[in-house]
């Protein structure tokens, strides 16, 4: 029997608090997509992750708004249980991005990232989405803003990278987002892709109250390339 991908039930979470800011009564919609309440209860609870794609989807459609991706993906790190603490709790940047991509497996069972080098670039990569085309591009835009997140712990709020890969088709409307604006957006990739400078692996993350905070915050038993050079 092929197994079920899962995902915790914090990113389903998410998404609906950003389309309850909108005026979507997210709790109606997952009744009409047959969700059940409990995704409302324990964030680190596991559901089945087709739950949460066609949530993405359908949110978005009955917000109006094709970046509602974007807004979900702005909750804290800290707020990603085991998961952002552990990525709070590395030395570098580099531990950083390799814990989150080791532990993003325990968070949706389907999450393939990894960290290739190019030269004096490091490429921060996502595997293929699953889903419907509106279901990836919301996805997809949940992990730009957690990716984008992890590496502004060193570099700082302000800093972009010289382009983004998108592996959704275009929308206009992105493009005017407040994310995505002062990008270079390469849309229709194999892949969601960040490249880093090299240099910058070996920062060292700033000790702040969250990453001091390292609990074990999990359930017991919840558990789940074609780049260019420089």
């Known amino acids: ?68 991706g974007l807004e979900a993906g702005r909750m804290k790190l800290e707020d990603h249980g085991n998961f952002g603490m552990k990525v709070l709790g590395s030395l570098t940047l580099h531990q950083a991005l390799a814990s989150f991509c080791t532990e993003a497996l325990r968070e949706y069972s389907r999450a393939f990232f990894w960290i290739e080098r190019r030269g004096e670039t490091t490429w921060f990569c996502r595997h293929r989405i699953d889903g419907s085309e509106d279901e990836r591009r919301q996805v997809e835009l949940y992990l730009v803003e957690l990716m984008l997140q992890t590496v502004h712990m060193v570099a700082g709020p302000q800093w972009r990278p010289r382009e983004i890969w998108l592996q959704t088709d275009e929308v206009a409307a992105l493009r005017d987002t407040e994310t995505l604006a002062p990008l270079n957006v390469q849309f229709g990739r194999p892949i969601l892709a960040i490249p880093l400078p090299r240099r910058m692996m070996s920062r060292t993350v700033p000790r702040t109250s969250g990453n001091r905070a390292r609990v074990n915050v999990e359930s017991p038993g919840a558990e789940l390339s074609s780049l260019p050079s420089d």
């Not at 197994?3 to 009744?31: C, H, N």
Request: glycine share 4%.
């Open 1 to 68: 029997m092929k197994a079920i991908p899962l995902i915790r039930a914090r990113y389903l979470q998410a998404f609906a608090a950003a389309a309850d800011a909108t005026g979507v009564r997210s709790y109606r919609l997952a009744e009409e997509l047959k969700i059940p309440d409990k995704v409302f209860e324990d964030p680190n609870a596991v559901h089945p992750a087709n739950q949460l794609f066609a949530f993405a989807g359908a949110a978005a459609r009955a917000a109006g708004r094709a970046d509602l």
